[in-house]
């Protein structure tokens, strides 16, 4: 099966749409599928994107273009020329959060990652609500397949856009997120968070977490005041990060899953996460659970998953192990061949 997966949003510091998407196409490759990877870029981002993709045995198609955003958003609106032009035959094109493209035959898959957009507007920005909303508009009418990375995610996309035709995909560890390895020198607690409302870091900062080290790009909105930013760090660290905390904290508001969550307890960290039930699926029962509203919560949570370490550490472990990248792509190509 030959499949044209849109990668622009690899244009931008990975977050957990990249990881996914990278993931995504790596399971797509291990399942037999030829892969094209696409997008127009610009001269400035090409590079990271080719980065991203090295590595990976899938075909690329990332021509050079002067204002190359604007370029995708038109491509997208004027729904011409079919894709196939430019790409050649295949049996599916797979877009993404950042455009639409036309196509002229072949299943029509797309991925919604969450409806943080459509259900928390004040929690992302203005241009994200509106590219968001074009996309979902463009989804209920001609997506042959929608793909949601946990069963929340799907009952969320039926609920709100009236979306049946849903499958779920769910994201996975990467290969470098195990317990053997490097470690930090700690202690300290940890968390992997941009930084913005949603991701709701104030209620450690209440709960007086101590030693708390916060990895994540900056974001926007009021920003906490953080002892210990360390910023945006590569996958080889992380896990060494991961690996050396004595609890991995997640008191986000709402997730499409929460990838950082299975990758700490891959790592061998006992989690504490939100007992938001976006987090459910992700957390399952090898996370203790907090109340992302209640500092107390949180102070007693980590406690706890100090004293129990042992056992948590063990859940985790074989919880995260259920979840691989080899099986999303098993998924998509089941979900692609029932609506070829």
């Given at each position: 099966m ?61 021509p ?82 929608v ?57 450690l ?52 899953f ?8 891959a ?54 192990a ?19």
């Open positions: 030959r499949v044209a997966v849109d990668v622009s949003p690899l244009s931008h510091r990975r977050s957990g749409v990249g990881t996914y998407l990278l993931g995504m196409l790596r399971g797509l490759v291990e399942n037999g599928a030829e892969v094209v990877a696409f997008a127009p870029l610009s001269v400035r981002v090409k590079r990271q994107v080719e980065a991203s993709l090295r590595g990976l045995d899938v075909e690329r198609r990332l050079v273009l002067p204002l190359a955003h604007r370029w995708r958003t038109a491509w997208s609106r004027l729904g011409r020329p079919a894709a196939e032009r430019w790409l050649g035959d295949f049996d599916v094109l797979h877009f993404s959060d950042w455009m639409y493209p036309p196509q002229a035959a072949g299943v029509r898959a797309t991925t919604i990652y969450d409806l943080v957009p459509l259900r928390f507007p004040e929690w992302t920005h203005g241009r994200t609500v509106r590219m968001h909303t074009a996309k979902y508009r463009h989804a209920v009418e001609h997506a042959d397949v793909v949601c990375i946990s069963e929340y995610g799907a009952r969320d996309v039926h609920e709100r856009l009236g979306i049946e035709r849903t499958v779920v995909a769910y994201p996975a560890p990467g290969a470098v997120f195990t317990p053997d390895g490097r470690h930090a020198d700690g202690p300290y607690v940890l968390t992997v968070a941009t930084l913005e409302p949603r991701k709701n870091l104030q209620v900062l209440d709960a007086g977490i101590e030693s708390l080290a916060v990895v994540g790009a900056p974001g926007w909105g009021e920003q906490p005041r953080l002892e210990r930013h360390l910023g945006y760090v590569s996958d080889e660290e992380l896990a060494r990060l991961y690996r050396g905390a004595d609890v991995f904290v997640y008191p986000s508001r709402f997730e499409g929460g990838i950082p969550i299975v990758e700490a307890m790592c061998g960290t006992p989690v504490v996460a939100s007992s938001h039930p976006s987090l459910d699926e992700a957390a399952g029962d090898a996370a203790l659970r907090a109340d992302p509203d209640d500092p107390d919560a949180w102070r007693a949570a980590v406690g706890e998953a100090r004293d129990r370490r042992e056992e948590l550490v063990a859940k985790g472990l074989a919880h995260a259920r979840f691989t990248w080899t099986e999303t792509g098993r998924a998509l190509l089941a979900a692609y061949t029932r609506a070829s």
